[in-house]
């Protein structure tokens, strides 16, 4: 079973640029999630999607954050502009369907570093 | 936020030796996940536990929970060259299906 995919790997960008991120999740799985994870810390949810529309997006930085999943399978997520404080790796997973009991499935994740 | 806080920070000890990481975490969850994470291979789950168990385990792996005291161990024994990596405990719950993780504890084995 292939895994949740995502691109860039990896992402070097000036302050103030924009930035998109892909992300391909496990066949069939309904929910996906963004978090961001910055060095020396654990990653911190940004925001969920069930099929095509949003779960829970409190803790994305709405004023330059923006993320979408159109047809419920790939999803972009986007920074524009950019700021320093956003360097982190930016993680992508999916889980069968929302809920406790579904195990997340983490993406290699991209590592973006802002200039 | 960061919900749950690992103890310690870091930790180095020999390979076949057990190693012991704890999290404790602030308001009350439906389960408790611990993930490994590496370089070469990213964030991979390695086992849950209820809110309502007390005890599991997995191959090397014990969790125990302590939801009265809100806090979890993660006991990994006969330790490898391939545990080296940070270990995250992450609570699912409170109205939420997103995970919130702790700052995680980096642990290394020293062969």
């Known amino acids: 079973e292939a895994g949740v995919a995502q691109s860039p790997r990896y992402k070097i960008i000036e302050k103030r640029q924009s930035v998109a991120f892909w992300c391909n999740p496990i066949?069939?799985?309904?929910?996906l999630y963004w978090y961001q994870q910055i060095l020396g810390q654990g990653p911190k949810l940004l925001i969920q999607?069930?099929?095509?529309?949003?779960?829970?997006d409190s803790q994305l930085p709405k004023d330059r954050f923006s993320a979408e999943r159109l047809k419920g399978v790939d999803s972009t997520l986007k920074i524009q502009p950019a700021k320093l404080e956003d360097s982190a790796v930016y993680l992508c997973?999916?889980?069968?369907?929302?809920?406790?009991?579904?195990?997340?499935?983490f993406g290699p994740g991209t590592r973006l570093t802002v200039t | 936020s960061q919900q749950g806080e690992e103890d310690p920070q870091a930790l180095s000890i020999q390979e076949g030796e057990n190693a012991t990481m704890n999290c404790s975490y602030k308001?009350?969850?439906?389960?408790l996940q611990w993930y490994r994470q590496n370089s070469g291979r990213g964030l991979v789950h390695l086992i849950l536990?209820?809110?309502?168990?007390r005890e599991k385990h997995s191959g090397r792996l014990r969790v125990t929970l302590d939801t009265s005291k809100k806090s979890s161990s993660l006991l990994i024994t006969a330790s490898r060259a391939a545990d080296t990596a940070s270990y995250f405990c992450?609570?699912?719950?409170?109205?939420?299906?997103?995970?919130?993780f702790g700052k995680g504890t980096h642990l290394i084995i020293q062969p």
């Open positions: 997973a999916s889980s069968l369907d929302r809920g406790f009991s579904y195990e997340q499935y």
């Open positions: 066949s069939g799985h309904a929910t």
């Open positions: 999607f069930q099929n095509n529309g949003v779960v829970d």
């Open positions: 308001t009350s969850i439906n389960n």
């Open positions: 536990i209820r809110s309502n168990e």
């Open positions: 992450a609570t699912a719950g409170g109205g939420a299906d997103g995970l919130t």
